[in-house]
T-cell receptor
Framework: EPEVTQTPSHQVTQMGQEVILRCVPI?????FYWYRQILGQKVEFLVS????????KSEIFDDQFSVERPDGSNFTLKIRSTKLEDSAMYFC?????????????FGSGTRLTVV | AQKVTQAQTEISVVEKEDVTLDCVYE???????LFWYKQPPSGELVFLIR??????QNEISGRYSWNFQKSTSSFNFTITASQVVDSAVYFC????????????FGKGTSLLVTP
């Protein structure tokens, strides 16, 4: 069964550093997403991306965050200057046509620890 | 605005008991999708079910069943004859069918099944 692949599985970074989280969505999917889950809390929507542009973003997705699909297969989330409160599990997801018929496929997540 | 409420924070049952996880949602949309995800201790999000707002048929899949009632805006999940492997956090989620297709999660219910 096709998978969404996220790398790395765990990243430790120093406060103030830039970090890039990488995702390879399922190849024929058209919609891509990032979600965040702070430890012990609910999963929160960050951003959705379609046709090479952001289609929706949440209040969490401020100027420190950016997304990119640099080469037609990868989908990245960049945090420019990490803060302690950015420590969380970040999930990438993709879907074929929004959730209408096929739902979302989530990756296994990247645990980001900011020290 | 959309909202998903999972009032049960933690549930503990003994193996072979039946358990129902509650989910109540709020939305102004007439068309929407509801989901349940399982998050085992390993952290990934495992898709369990998707239901659209026009389909109020209950669904059964093995020991799992779902009861969708639009009249009470509820989408409850029952595990019959629970097993230790069912121990996980279970999230109910609601999707808007707009351009972003953001998935709005509840806070989750942590289920512990003991032998």
């Amino acid at each position: 069964e096709p998978e969404v692949t996220q790398t790395p599985s765990h990243q430790v970074t120093q406060m103030g550093q830039e970090v890039i989280l990488r995702c390879v969505p399922i190849s024929n999917h058209l919609y891509f997403y990032w979600y965040r889950q702070i430890l012990g809390q609910k999963v929160e929507f960050l951003v959705s991306f379609y046709n090479n542009e952001i289609s929706e973003k949440s209040e969490i997705f401020d100027d420190q965050f950016s997304v990119e699909r640099p080469d037609g297969s990868n989908f990245t989330l960049k945090i420019r200057s990490t803060k302690l409160e950015d420590s969380a599990m970040y999930f990438c997801a993709s879907s074929l046509q929004g959730p209408t018929f096929y739902g979302y496929t989530f990756g296994s997540g990247t645990r980001l620890t900011v020290v | 605005a959309q909202k998903v409420t999972q009032a049960q924070t933690e549930i503990s049952v003994v193996e072979k008991e039946d358990v129902t996880l509650d989910c109540v949602y709020e939305t102004r949309d007439t068309t929407y999708y509801l989901f349940w995800y399982k998050q085992p201790p390993s952290g990934e999000l495992v898709f369990l079910i998707r239901r659209n707002s026009f389909d109020e048929q209950n669904e059964i899949s093995g020991r799992y069943s779902w009861n969708f009632q639009k009249s009470t805006s509820s989408f409850n999940f029952t595990i019959t004859a629970s097993q230790v492997v069912d121990s996980a956090v279970y999230f109910c989620a609601l999707s808007r069918l707009n351009s972003g297709y953001a998935l709005n999660f509840g806070k989750g219910t942590s289920l512990l099944v003991t032998p």
